[in-house]
């Protein structure tokens, strides 16, 4: 039961570094940079939720839905104001920012909310799930988690290969010049990009806290680093990748720390990432870099 | 202004373009009237590609003027000049790869409005009947000359007025580059205007109307394409004789 009980808890942790590494794959896919502050977009998002179901009494949806329209707000400034003014500079340049910005956001975050850690509200009371005979109890929490990896993943892969945005998203991803010829607005594209991958990090933020209900400014620092290696492990730049890497990861993890040693679980995590790199240097699915001929 | 007395159709004013600070392209002049097939021929890195791609607004001229259908589209970016009527089919093919035949000829008519894709994909497949054998291929498993047509098919959804190739029998066999250019011979029948760039010369003056050489940055000679093909300093440099 332990092992059944783990496997559960493992899928659950991954589907939250999945829902935060699509950011990271996203944006990397399409604007070929790391947002390194996807992370502290989490910890807004899990922010305004804790806001607006403590201090202004809004009911449970609302606070997710407020939630994601900050962030994706939020988002699209950030890639507005930092990222595409350096569109044509250096990687380095652009990487260097977006370490800025995390910080800029987690120093912002300490100076409206304070450094004491907070209790993150249960958004929605039901009651825990037992199993044969009580014997499994599972968290309503970590069954939502599952269920919203579940649904963002289908509705992820059904926009990006049906409609026209989302194969603009492709165009851009594979060539921008040649997108460009075809009529696609490529900043727009970019910044649509930036806009889901902030929406899912409030909801990514809403499932971390309700699992991890503890809040405060740096809270989104170590997950957003763990799904950017989930992004990595799985192929960064690709979106099943993502989904396989984090949830390999969240299982790894908690594996590791049941059966091996909870004080070495983070290292276990980030020693398979450097195994895997070493066999496979474009991750699990990712594609084999081509030759231009 | 051409024969008609109408205006041209693209008239690229004295342009200059640096790539830093290189100095690419040292003034050029030319022009393209509506129904002509127009060569821009010339050696390797005379600048050819780099005319095109500043046509098409992927790179913006230091200065000079160009203008399309009588009005003046300097500045303007390469997505927005698609809306205008202007099509690059670009050097290398640039197909999207990883996406199938079909998706590739959609996203050509990514400026068009829905209902018109299916008419237009007809007609592409009216042109190229083995991209319609091929159409749920993946683009990357293609051969070179399927590819080629699929780039110039996907250039032809937008329903350009223009249409601009650069090097489309580039890696292609001479067989190939037969049927290639009966293609662009029958798209220009069919209304689509022409503004090619051609290492092979021959082929080249042999479908168009008109012949700009090009060497190093600047433009050489200028002329209708058969005088060209029985110039003796063309023959000597591009033709081989």
Redesign the interface.
């Known amino acids: 039961m332990a092992f059944l009980s783990n496997l559960v808890n493992g899928i659950s942790l991954g589907s939250i570094y999945a829902i935060i590494a699509l950011g990271y794959t996203m944006v990397y896919g399409i604007a070929k940079m790391l947002n390194f502050a996807h992370g502290d977009v989490i910890m807004v998002g899990a922010f305004i939720i804790f806001c607006g179901a403590q201090y202004w009494g809004l009911p449970p949806a609302v606070c997710i839905l407020l939630a994601m329209l900050v962030c994706t707000v939020l988002g699209m400034t950030i890639e507005k104001l930092a990222y595409k003014p350096l569109r044509k500079a250096a990687g380095l340049a652009v990487l260097i920012t977006a370490i800025g910005m995390s910080y800029l956001l987690q120093n912002t975050a300490l100076l409206i909310w304070g450094a004491n850690p907070k209790v993150f509200p249960g958004l929605f009371k039901l009651d825990t799930f037992r199993l044969f005979n009580g014997q499994l109890s599972i968290k309503p929490e970590t069954l939502i988690t599952i269920l919203a990896n579940i649904v963002i993943m289908v509705a992820l892969t059904l926009f990006i290969s049906r409609t026209?945005m989302g194969?603009?998203m492709?165009?851009v991803s594979?060539?921008r010049?040649?997108?460009?010829?075809?009529?696609?607005?490529?900043n727009r594209t970019i910044s649509v990009t930036f806009a889901i991958g902030s929406a899912l990090a409030a909801i990514a933020g809403w499932l971390l806290c309700s699992s991890y209900p503890q809040l405060m400014p740096t809270t989104g620092s170590m997950p957003g680093i763990k799904a950017f290696t989930a992004a990595v492990f799985g192929g960064i730049g690709s979106i099943p990748g993502a989904m396989l890497g984090g949830v390999l990861l969240g299982l790894i993890e908690i594996f590791g720390k049941a059966y091996i040693s909870t004080e070495l679980g983070d290292a276990i995590v980030f020693a398979v990432l450097i195994i895997v790199l070493l066999v496979r240097p474009t991750g699990l699915l990712g594609k084999p870099i081509?030759e231009?001929v | 202004m051409s024969e008609t007395g109408k205006l041209p159709l693209l008239k690229v004013n004295d342009i200059h373009v640096y790539y830093g600070a290189i100095h690419a392209i040292k003034g050029i002049s030319l022009e393209v009237n509506e129904g002509e097939i127009v060569t821009l021929i010339g050696a390797n890195g005379a600048g050819k590609s780099t005319t095109l791609n500043t046509i098409a607004g992927l790179l913006r001229p230091r200065q000079g003027s160009i203008a399309f259908a009588g009005m003046p589209v300097d500045g303007i970016a390469a997505n927005k000049m698609v809306y205008k009527g202007l099509s690059l089919c670009p050097e290398g093919r640039r197909i999207f790869q990883q996406m199938t035949v079909k998706e590739n000829l959609e996203m050509g008519a990514f400026s068009r409005p829905n209902e018109e894709i299916g008419a237009s994909m007809e007609r592409v497949y009216g042109f190229f009947p083995r991209l319609k054998e091929r159409e749920k291929q993946v683009a990357g498993t293609l051969s070179g000359g399927e590819q080629q047509m699929l780039a110039m098919g996907r250039a032809l959804m937008s329903k350009p007025t223009l249409m601009m190739l650069d090097e489309p029998s580039m890696g292609l066999a001479p067989i190939l580059v037969e049927q290639i250019f009966d293609i662009i011979r029958e798209m220009n029948h069919a209304g689509t205007t022409i503004l090619l760039v051609e290492q092979n010369a021959q082929m080249a003056l042999s479908i168009a109307n008109r012949a700009y050489v090009m060497e190093t940055g600047r433009i050489t000679m200028e002329g209708d394409a058969d005088e060209l093909m029985h110039d003796d300093n063309v023959r000597k440099a591009y033709l081989g004789s």
């Open positions: 026209k194969k603009a492709r165009c594979e060539d010049g040649a997108a460009e010829l075809m009529g696609i607005n490529v081509r231009k």
